[in-house]
T-cell receptor, first 114, second 114 residues
Framework: KQEVTQIPAALSVPEGENLVLNCSFT??????LQWFRQDPGKGLTSLLL?????REQTSGRLNASLDKSSGRSTLYIAASQPGDSATYLC?????????????FGKGTKLSVKP | NAGVTQTPKFQVLKTGQSMTLQCAQD?????MYWYRQDPGMGLRLIYY???????DKGEVPNGYNVSRLNKREFSLRLESAAPSQTSVYFC?????????????FGDGTRLSIL
């Protein structure tokens, strides 16, 4: 059974610092991996989606990498800002699963201090 | 830009009561999903609808029913609410072939069962 783990569960950094969030998954048979952002009391916003054939995706200050063979992904946030404070979740779409059956990690709660 | 709209935003029920959570999307997406989010458990798929007229069970379907009313609307019904169903419920939608296209989430319904 596919399991997705995110470490650390919480992270606090000073503004301006570069940081890395980690995501690992137990089964490399995936179609893609997504990173989401969730603000308190809100739904999820998709940040980056990496296809299984890709190694990384970039959007602004965000860069996500995927190493499917080792079951790992990282989300790199450059020059962090207080507005980046949120919970970040990763999710995989497994092969053979029902369409849309994303398997989520429990998230990393990020706090960026001014 | 409405995107995915969920109603109500908050609800308190007594054990045994019934309720229907409503979801509508205006992006002309074929696929729609219902998730629940619990502390320490992450998001889990309850039911999904790959296209109008079809519904399928996800990871945690027991105690729920769904209706894909039309292409825009996908409702989730609790026939006899139980305290274990206290959770935050999210609806999401995506184009039919979601492998490579991110899901769009609503802001959630916070449901408490007393």
């Amino acid at each position: 059974k596919q399991e997705v783990t995110q470490i650390p569960a919480a992270l606090s950094v000073p503004e301006g610092e570069n940081l890395v969030l980690n995501c690992s998954f137990t089964d490399s048979a995936i179609y893609n991996l997504q990173w989401f952002r969730q603000d308190p009391g809100k739904g999820l916003t998709s940040l980056l989606l990496i296809q299984s054939s890709q190694r990384e995706q970039t959007s602004g200050r965000l860069n996500a990498s995927l190493d499917k063979s080792s079951g790992r992904s990282t989300l790199y946030i450059a020059a962090s800002q207080p507005g980046d404070s949120a919970t970040y979740l990763c999710a995989v779409t497994p092969y053979g699963g029902s369409q849309g059956n994303l398997i989520f990690g429990k998230g990393t709660k990020l706090s960026v201090k001014p | 830009n409405a995107g995915v709209t969920q109603t109500p935003k908050f609800q308190v029920l007594k054990t045994g009561q019934s309720m229907t959570l409503q979801c509508a999307q205006d992006m002309n997406h074929n696929s729609m999903y219902w998730y629940r989010q619990d502390p320490g458990m992450g998001l889990r798929l309850i039911y999904y609808s790959a296209s109008e007229g079809t519904t399928d069970k996800g990871e945690v379907p027991n105690g729920y029913n769904v209706s894909r009313l039309n292409k825009r609307e996908f409702s989730l019904r609790l026939e006899s609410a139980a305290p274990s169903q206290t959770s935050v419920y999210f609806c999401a939608s995506s184009p039919q072939n979601q492998f490579g296209r991110p899901q769009h989430f609503g802001d959630g319904t916070r449901l408490s069962i007393l």
